[in-house]
């Protein structure tokens, strides 16, 4: 009888995966590196390199536990660099009675699996990936009938269901949300702990080579690469996060620190987001912190929601909204992205320290990515496409289905408010409160007009009066919509006129 072949994409590195649960011996694994998903956008080497590392970890773990593998290698010449196409040649090889896959994370894979039944002449059985704690058909019952879709609301569901931070049917601590507490600028004095030190193998040097090889125009570089990629590496970094950073994660969770590209954050969603860890393990560890006394309950609530709400809530309303929820725009932006997101080559400190340390490390954290190069690209009116497509590029944590929402969603509002009841827009001050990045910056944070101004001052004003009239309805906006219809008339031509300027020099491919 013939057995069945069971495909792992290369974001679904668990080995509780729905579709290896039942594998029984004459069954095979087929786990294939195609330049279709390693090209699709302009990849961080080191993402590139954790992606295939972590694949190569994960195939060789199958097959010493007597697990049948057939591994197709990015440099096989035979290799036909798509997924249907490696998936119709191991059909062709095995004569399998049916393939077995989970459903992918992102839509144009998707679309693409659906054919392969058709394609290939084998049965195709797309199993649910319950790896998340939201099925995407239950994220779609929950938001049947509702106007609007608040991650907050979705958050509280999520914690009640799973029983996280709960003390009785009451929110531990009496509150759902620890985030005023979250917010602190990060002092100079305090000490940051050294990340965990990377360990190359042969198979990370082997795939090093290969990536350095036959990618080496892509952004940034395979030396320094230091991101678990088997599930014994992610776990370590877990409990390193645990022990030395969560009890001052929430503190300063939004801060930022020129030169410090980790601060206290756990830097576990690479990892987590190729299947090498399990969201509610983590979540029911970090709460223990919190049960034993050694970790503050703003640190715990503030890891928990990331992980049980946000993370949730993005792919629910991705799945939800898709694929028209690609092409929203409902600002009208249109600028292209400035070369400096490539480069890092600016004078903005501030934008040039996130967008450098994205090019050294495929990472940068969530106040970094929506408050610096997603407020600069919101306030500067850039295409969400071309964003879309930076992001995915440059992080190593980035697929579709958590890049687009955050993204197109929460840092540009170009879903014009299915994420977020307000655009996450910003001045100068909000930059030189939360980081040390305007001390010797430049530009100037206290000016708005002047040749030295901080860029982000007077884009953040020409945002406000160009869509003025689009939020003035919008009650989370009417303390800016109040600040800029008080304004002297010659004082909002001024801003818009430093604006003005600013932009032009964007769209003439110079540098600011």
Not at 70 to 87: F, I
Request: glycine fraction near 8%; charge should be neutral; include cysteine.
């Amino acid at each position: 009888m013939a057995g069945i072949l069971r495909v792992v994409l290369g974001d679904q590195l668990s080995p509780g995966l729905a579709s290896l649960r039942d594998i029984a011996p004459g069954d095979t694994v087929l786990l294939a590196e195609v330049m279709a998903e390693c090209s699709y956008v302009p990849h961080h080497a080191k993402k590139l390199v954790l992606v295939l590392s972590a694949m190569r970890h994960f195939a060789a773990m199958l097959a010493g536990g007597g697990t049948s593998v057939d591994y197709v290698r990015l440099d096989d010449p035979d290799n036909t660099h798509s997924l249907r196409g490696e998936v119709a040649r191991a059909v062709a090889r095995h004569g399998p009675a049916a393939v077995v896959v989970v459903e992918p994370g992102e839509w144009r894979v998707m679309q693409d699996m659906n054919g392969w039944e058709q394609a290939i002449g084998c049965p195709v059985d797309i199993r649910r990936d319950d790896r998340f704690l939201c099925d995407i058909r239950g994220f779609r019952d929950w938001a049947a009938g509702k106007r609007t879709l608040r991650m907050e609301f979705f958050y509280r569901e999520m914690r009640r269901l799973h029983r996280v931070l709960m003390q009785g049917d009451e929110p531990a601590g009496g509150r759902w949300n620890f985030d005023p507490e979250n917010r602190k600028r990060l002092p100079a004095h305090i000490a940051l702990p050294p990340r965990p030190p990377a360990s190359h193998d042969a198979i990370t040097r082997e795939v090093m080579a290969l990536v350095a090889d036959r990618f080496p125009r892509n952004i940034g570089s395979v030396e320094g690469f230091a991101f678990p990629v088997t599930a014994d590496e992610a776990e370590a970094a877990f409990e390193d996060f645990l022990r030395y950073r969560l009890p001052y994660f929430g503190d300063w969770q939004d801060a930022m620190r020129g030169g410090a590209p980790f601060l206290f954050h756990s830097v576990i969603a690479p990892a987590l987001n190729l299947g090498l860890l399990d969201p509610l393990d983590l979540c029911r560890r970090v709460e223990s912190e919190w049960w034993e006394g050694r970790a503050p309950l703003n640190a715990v609530e503030g890891f928990v929601r990331q992980i049980l709400g946000w993370r949730e809530f993005v792919r629910g309303i991705y799945w939800l909204h898709m694929p028209e929820y690609a092409g929203l725009n409902a600002l009208g932006a249109a600028r292209k992205l400035p070369a400096f997101y490539w480069s890092g080559e600016t004078k903005m400190r501030c934008m040039a320290d996130a967008i450098g340390q994205t090019i050294a490390h495929a990472y940068a954290h969530h106040i970094q990515r929506l408050m610096l190069t997603g407020n600069f690209a919101l306030l500067a009116g850039i295409d969400p496409a071309e964003v879309d497509e930076w992001y995915l590029a440059v992080y190593a944590d980035a697929y579709e289905w958590v890049e687009m929402p955050n993204t197109r969603g929460m840092a540009l509002f170009a879903d014009g408010g299915i994420v977020g009841s307000k655009p996450y827009a910003a001045s100068g001050a909000y930059i030189n409160r939360m980081s040390d990045h305007c001390a010797g910056c430049a530009y100037d944070v206290k000016d708005a007009t002047g040749p030295n101004a901080c860029p982000f001052n007077a884009l953040y004003w020409d945002f406000i009066g160009r869509h003025a009239e689009r939020f003035a309805d919008n009650p989370r906006m009417a303390m800016p919509l109040r600040g800029w219809a008080a304004m002297p008339a010659a004082k909002r031509a001024a801003l818009r006129a430093r604006a003005a300027g600013l932009l032009a020099t964007l769209e003439a491919g110079g540098t600011i």
